[in-house]
């Protein structure tokens, strides 16, 4: 731990010495997430599609003392996506959580989406999750109290019209039984599976794929009319993580400014 930091945050080592996969460390939700976890004594072995990126921002936490390495990967590659995941867990020493936070997308309205989008999403989505979840889960289970924390979207609980979300909705729909099977199937090997549900968050990703007339109608259903932020997600991310959520798997956590609460 980085005294400094720990001086710093008074709630630091929530998750001391545990050793973490987390995708999509270029910015964003995964980039901070990295950053908090790291400040709360994981260590971390992160990933992007973004040549470079990835190891870039590990870099960035390496300098300040933090055990932090990053790795150029195309998740959509299941071979690739394994030989990340094995490599890392050897430098780690096992594997204590999976923090798949990194998606691409895409969006298009139903009556114009072709086949070619819809299969680019399933990969980039869906695909991905069991790419690392499958190579991971016999060190989830070795661990003895892994975790798995898997990304879906407000989009997955209900339907959002002027998005053209009908590929991301279903692949994000697949992360959430996903997550509840695994926590079935785990929950005899100490594994525990959860799912976060993000409203409109404002990332370079999302803002790149979203016009502003769609983010201001998103921003509009919101109960807290902001858009989220990366430390938002990444705080309900790090007590899933942690020894604090030992009792929860199965559950998905909707992050989402209220949007699935109700109307203002």
Not at 16 to 21: C, F, I, N, S
Not at 166 to 185: C, D, I, N, R
Request: hydrophobic residues 40%; charged residues 15%.
């Amino acid at each position: 731990m980085h005294d400094d930091a720990k001086s710093e945050n008074p709630g630091a080592g929530r998750l001391q010495g545990k050793r973490v996969l987390l995708t999509g460390t270029a910015g964003g939700q995964g980039a901070a997430a990295q950053r908090l976890f790291a400040e709360h004594g994981a260590h971390i072995a992160g990933c992007d599609v973004q040549p470079g990126a990835a190891a870039a921002t590990a870099a960035e936490l390496s300098a300040e003392g933090y055990r932090v390495v990053g790795s150029d990967v195309d998740l959509g590659d299941p071979d690739a996506a394994r030989a990340w995941v094995e490599s890392s867990a050897a430098e780690l020493g096992g594997i204590d959580v999976l923090y798949n936070n990194a998606a691409g997308f895409g969006f298009a309205p139903f009556g114009e989406m072709k086949l070619e989008l819809w299969r680019h999403v399933m990969r980039v989505e869906l695909d991905i999750v069991f790419h690392t979840t499958s190579p991971a889960w016999r060190f989830l289970c070795e661990s003895g109290s892994g975790s798995v924390i898997n990304t879906s979207s407000y989009s997955a609980l209900r339907g959002i019209g002027p998005l053209g979300a009908a590929a991301h909705a279903a692949a994000k729909g697949g992360v959430l039984a996903m997550t509840k099977q695994l926590a079935a199937e785990g929950a005899e090997h100490g594994v525990r599976a959860n799912s976060i549900s993000p409203g409109f968050v404002s990332s370079p990703a999302t803002d790149a794929a979203v016009p502003p007339e769609g983010k201001a109608w998103q921003l509009s259903k919101h109960l807290i009319q902001r858009a989220g932020t990366g430390i938002d997600i990444a705080y309900a991310a790090l007590y899933l993580a942690s020894d604090e959520s030992s009792w929860v798997t199965g559950q998905n956590f909707s992050i989402d400014g209220g949007v699935t609460a109700g109307f203002r």
